[in-house]
T-cell receptor, first 114, second 112 residues
Framework: AQSVTQPDIHITVSEGASLELRCNYS??????LFWYVQSPGQGLQLLLK??????LVQGIKGFEAEFKRSQSSFNLRKPSVHWSDAAEYFC????????????FGAGTILRVKS | DAGVTQSPTHLIKTRGQQVTLRCSPK?????VSWYQQALGQGPQFIFQ???????QRGNFPDRFSGHQFPNYSSELNVNALLLGDSALYLC???????????FGPGTRLTVT
């Protein structure tokens, strides 16, 4: 069965500090991988995606993620966090073999302290 | 470009009632998916519509049904509402092909 694990429910970082959010997946097919961000009461905004090719992908708002097939991971990183990055972050996985269905992790809530 | 729009924004229903949620896809998109996001959880796939037919379905009971219209807009219907149906319902659209979804802002359903 397909699954996505985000081990950290909450993370608190200081403004200006670096950030890494973890994501591990279990998927039978060659995966597409995504990170979405959700602010309170809002829908989901795509930060970045990996389909194939370069395993280090750049996204919006200064985020990047690295796909590591051997570790079944797709961790999200940002070198310097801004207060406006406080939100909930979701990792998701899909595959062409499964149509456009995405399987999401439970999310990580990011708090930024000044 | 209006993006994906959903209506209503919020809705309160009583157990046993029926509800209809609406979604208009992003311009140029022909595939609509629905997701349920319970409080504190990630979104869960309900089903997907393409060419006015249900193409894929997640692990949801038959109380959840949908429809896609010729203009690609979609409805989600839930019958015999349960307290556990309280959630944010997200609509997402895409042009047919690999997954690249644009999500709407969601409809917050509260069942009392």
């Amino acid at each position: 069965a397909q699954s996505v694990t985000q081990p950290d429910i909450h993370i608190t970082v200081s403004e200006g500090a670096s950030l890494e959010l973890r994501c591990n997946y279990s998927y039978g097919a060659t995966p597409y991988l995504f990170w979405y961000v959700q602010s309170p009461g809002q829908g989901l905004q795509l930060l970045l995606k990996y389909f194939s090719g370069d395993t280090l992908v750049q996204g919006i708002k200064g985020f990047e993620a690295e796909f590591k097939r051997s570790q079944s991971s797709f961790n999200l990183r940002k070198p310097s966090v801004h207060w406006s990055d406080a939100a909930e972050y979701f990792c998701a996985v899909g595959a062409a073999e499964y149509g456009n269905k995405l399987v999401f992790g439970a999310g990580t809530i990011l708090r930024v302290k000044s | 470009d209006a993006g994906v729009t959903q209506s209503p924004t919020h809705l309160i229903k009583t157990r046993g009632q029926q509800v209809t949620l609406r979604c208009s896809p992003k311009s140029g998109h022909d595939t609509v998916s629905w997701y349920q996001q319970a409080l504190g959880q990630g979104p869960q796939f309900i089903f997907q519509y393409y060419e006015e037919e249900e193409r894929q379905r997640g692990n949801f009971p038959d109380r959840f049904s949908g429809h896609q219209f010729p203009n690609y807009s979609s409805e989600l219907n839930v019958n015999a509402l349960l307290l556990g149906d309280s959630a944010l319902y997200l609509c997402a659209s895409t042009k047919s092909g690999p997954a690249r979804l644009y999500f709407g802002p969601g409809t917050r359903l509260t069942v009392t």
